[in-house]
């Protein structure tokens, strides 16, 4: 059975970084890439980016390039994205999920809230 | 980026309607698109994929369509398991964009 296990709840400081972690389980992590998204409070969904963990080749939109770091462990079947620079507007959920085919999320980790508070 | 406009917004319907919900890219997108469901405080699931794909599980009164930049999501006979926020999503082109949701309600 694949499934997306991601860490818990973040508290952040303005101005500090959080890094989530997705472990995986039930597949060969390495034959599909990880996808990232964002949900702000009560909002839609944003692509962040993914990463390829079999070469650690990653894509990011635009506007995520200067704040989210993906990364892949392989020896743990573990993604993790770190946000840094932290602001009001990083509070929001971060889903993990694997991208099949050209990308499509099949399968989703629970999501991780994080919330940016002094 | 490639805009995805999702209408409507929200929308109310029957025990046993048959309910569309469309979704306008800016661009052709040749049928690279996806539609998931968000039930509250839950991960999104997949439901179509290649525009009229139906994931694995996924009860066959969802069906997807269309192409080029025009794609709706159809779903017979509502349940009301059926409520939930519903997204399209196109993976055509970086960044993977998505519409800004419908919400689905019982009347």
């Known amino acids: 059975e694949v499934q997306l296990q991601q860490s818990g709840p973040e508290v952040g400081r303005p101005g500090s970084s959080v890094k989530i972690s997705c472990k995986a389980s039930?597949?060969?992590?390495?034959?599909?890439?990880m996808n990232w998204v964002k949900q702000s409070p009560g909002q839609g969904l944003e692509w962040i980016g993914w990463?390829?963990?079999?070469?650690?080749?990653?894509d990011y939109a635009e506007k995520f390039k200067k704040k989210a770091t993906l990364t892949a462990d392989t020896s743990s079947n573990t993604a993790y994205i770190q946000l840094s620079s932290l602001t009001s507007e990083d509070t929001a959920t971060y889903f993990c999920?694997?991208?099949?085919?050209?990308?499509?999320?099949?399968?989703w980790g629970q999501g991780v809230m994080v919330t940016v508070s002094s | 980026d490639i805009q995805m406009t999702q209408s409507p917004a929200s929308l109310s319907a029957s025990l046993g309607e048959t309910v569309t919900i469309e979704c306008l890219a800016s661009?052709?997108?040749?049928?690279?698109l996806a539609w998931y469901q968000q039930k509250p405080g839950k991960s999104p699931q997949l439901l179509i994929y290649?525009?009229?794909s139906l994931n694995d599980g996924v009860p066959s009164r969802f069906s997807g369509s269309g192409s080029g930049t025009q794609y709706s999501l159809k779903i017979n006979s509502l349940q009301s398991e059926d409520v939930s926020i519903y997204f399209c999503?196109?993976?055509?082109?970086?960044?993977?964009?998505f519409g800004g949701g419908t919400k689905l309600e019982l009347k």
């Open positions: 999920a694997r991208g099949m085919n050209s990308g499509y999320g099949d399968y």
């Open positions: 039930g597949y060969t992590f390495t034959d599909y890439v």
């Open positions: 990463i390829d963990p079999e070469y650690g080749s990653t």
């Open positions: 661009e052709d997108i040749y049928s690279n």
């Open positions: 290649y525009a009229n």
């Open positions: 999503q196109q993976n055509y082109d970086s960044p993977r964009t």
